[in-house]
């Protein structure tokens, strides 16, 4: 039996994924759209298909937005496939997933990936008590059942995600005790020469502005430049200690939400071995992509956050851009018609662009989070501290890959997604070499766990089943 063929496969989604698939779908291509959550809108838009009034009010207008994105699966070609985790993409275009409980398989003559981004680790001892989650996670739950944390909650890290979940907390009737920020103190000094750039795109910084004079108004509490983070607790979190302004403190909380920015998700990139550069200001690596997000691989393109860190609307662009350069490679349209309709695309990252470098300069990682002390644990499936993988570097590991035969950092379900870079890091910082240099995980299937009876269940093609000669 042969896997089904579709022109187009599209992992993901989300707002790169549903632009795409709605270019695509109009143009009466075949598009396979698979995705893990059992509805369409990725992390940014998720639930959207079902949110009602009163769950859009609360999340605000931004995600609202999502709506106009739904049109994508009304088109006959297009097949979303919902609840589907991928975990094997080769360079030849087949993609096997699961899908309730049994594994599959399908083909294309193109494939994007569209997979976003994931929240950087936050290493700090104590980070792995019960109680202590992601600004994401948190957002995960409002989003989908509705459900706000025990309280007292705080918020602590950095970014504008952190911001703009105490905002929707508020507006849910969640009191937020306190936000603790650790944006180092030098941050602003190196941002602001991108500041008049930023200007041009101020939306971001007056969206920004009016959250913290919202925040203000409500009386949470803001401890700035905060360093050395301790979460205490015995079953579960009970205060998070920290030093700001030359002050100690210690904040009661049954919930505590840590964020310090997102990265691409490299999995799918990674293991398929495209090439990725490193970003000083972001502190990731990102694969290496044209404006049509044409990879090294020939027919493989990245859209979205998976490809750069850019925001949910430039996500969108990016997938219409990359899905006009496929029907230009399917002879669908000419050339001179792609770059004519991606005009606006374009002049739109564009202007999403001009943002980025101010706030990634005064959002830039606190070193605390980088190269963390030795007790705290950075592999939280092996357990594994970051004094140990500086152990492992005095006998001789050179980078993360040799770190795993040392002491299994990055071999456990999550396939190295919450430690790579910080694993990468501190290697990195101990031997005083660049990243670069040092590397990261080398990704291989399954990119996520799956069973032997998942694997069993796979119905192979008639090639796969002729007899060895």
Known sequence: MMSEHFDVAIIGA?????????ILGKAGRSVALIDEQPGPGGQIYRAIATAGEQRKAVLG??????SALLGALGHAGVRHIAGASVWEVTPEHRLSYSLAGRAASLSAEHVLVATGATERPMPFPGWTLPGVMTAG???????????????????AGSGPLL????????????KVDAIVETTPSGNLAKALPHLPRALLSNRYLRKGLAMLANLRKAGVAHHRNATGLVAEGSERIEA???RSRGKDHRLPCATLMIHTGIVPNVQI???LNLDHAWNDLQQCWHPVIDAFGATSAQGIRIAGDGGGIAGAEAAANAGRLAALAILADLGEISASERDARASADLAA???????????????????????????????????????KIREFVDLGCLGP????SFGRSGMGPCQGRYCGLTVSSIIAHKRGAAMDEVGYYRIRPPLKPITLGELASMELDDDDQRPAA
């Open 240 to 242: 998070l200690r920290f």
């Open 401 to 404: 890959n040799q770190a795993k």
């Open 137 to 155: 996670a948190g957002q995960i739950l409002l989003k989908t059942p509705g459900l706000l944390p025990p309280s007292p909650c705080v918020l």
């Open 61 to 66: 207008a931004d995600y609202a937005a999502g």
């Open 349 to 387: 990252l564009n202007w999403h662009a001009r943002a980025r470098p101010f706030l990634d300069a005064l959002y830039t990682v606190a070193p605390e989070f980088l190269d963390p002390a030795d007790e705290t644990i950075v592999c939280r499936c092996e357990e594994v501290t970051a004094g």
């Open 163 to 174: 911001f703009l979940l105490a905002t929707q907390y508020l507006a849910a009737g969640l």
């Open 269 to 271: 990139s990674r293991a």
């Open 14 to 22: 989300g707002p790169a994924g549903l632009a795409a698939a709605d």
